[in-house]
T-cell receptor, first 112, second 117 residues
């Protein structure tokens, strides 16, 4: 059974600081996704990572994938309050019928 | 492109009644739709996968007689919560995946918040 873990579960950070969220998964994956969820809202797609060593950046967020370590990271640079949200990673595999398995989520609070 | 809508966005019902939630892909044909449930401060849990024209596949622990899923067309799937109880109160999110979509990506609807009194 595919398991996806994130840490930390909760992150309070000051504006302007950098931090990294980690996503570990238990079996070989075909694709890894990062999503953002604001309170009361659905998911917003941030990144899709397909291959080992993939790195994608959008604004202050950068995601990377190490398939050998079964690890993805979401790095936040110079955080701003607007980044406060819950971030989920999710993994799918062809062997699971392309179903998404979500991580536990990381609730990020950026304070002034 | 790749917009998914859900209706209603919010519903409050009495215990014992049934509630139907619609999920539509607006600008693509969704060969597969997924239904998720999310309790407060928790992650999304997949309930079932539906393919157009065939029976849904339910995840372990999800009662198929309680959560009826119909995927009658390539743009519409419905989830009916039958005889709803307060413990069914949750945020229900659908997603849709189209044939040939790049990266096999799922596109998520805005969610439906169900409150059962």
């Amino acid at each position: 059974e595919l398991k996806v873990e994130q840490n930390p579960l909760f992150l309070s950070m000051q504006e302007g600081k950098n931090y990294t969220i980690y996503c570990n998964y238990s079996t070989t994956s075909d694709r890894l996704y990062w999503y953002r969820q604001d309170p009361g809202k659905s998911l917003e797609s941030l990144f899709v990572l397909l291959s080992n060593g993939a790195v994608k950046q959008e604004g202050r967020l950068m995601a990377s994938l190490d398939t050998k370590a079964r690890l993805s990271t979401l790095h936040i640079t110079a955080a701003v309050h607007d980044l406060s949200a819950t971030y989920f990673c999710a993994v799918d595999t062809r062997s699971s019928g392309d179903k998404l398995t979500f991580g536990t989520g990381t609730r990020l609070a950026v304070r002034p | 492109g790749a917009v998914v809508s859900q209706h209603p966005s919010r519903v409050i019902c009495k215990s014992g009644t049934s509630v139907k939630i619609e999920c539509r892909s607006l600008d693509f044909q969704a060969t597969t739709m997924f239904w998720y449930r999310q309790f407060p401060k928790q992650s999304l849990m997949l309930m079932a996968t539906s393919n157009e024209g065939s029976k849904a596949t339910y995840e372990q622990g999800v009662e198929k007689d309680k959560f009826l899923i119909n995927h009658a067309s390539l743009t519409l799937s419905t989830l009916t919560v039958t005889s709803a109880h307060p413990e069914d109160s949750s945020f229900y999110i659908c997603s849709a995946r189209g044939q040939g979509k790049i990266n096999n990506e799922q596109f998520f609807g805005p969610g439906t918040r169900l409150t059962v009194l």
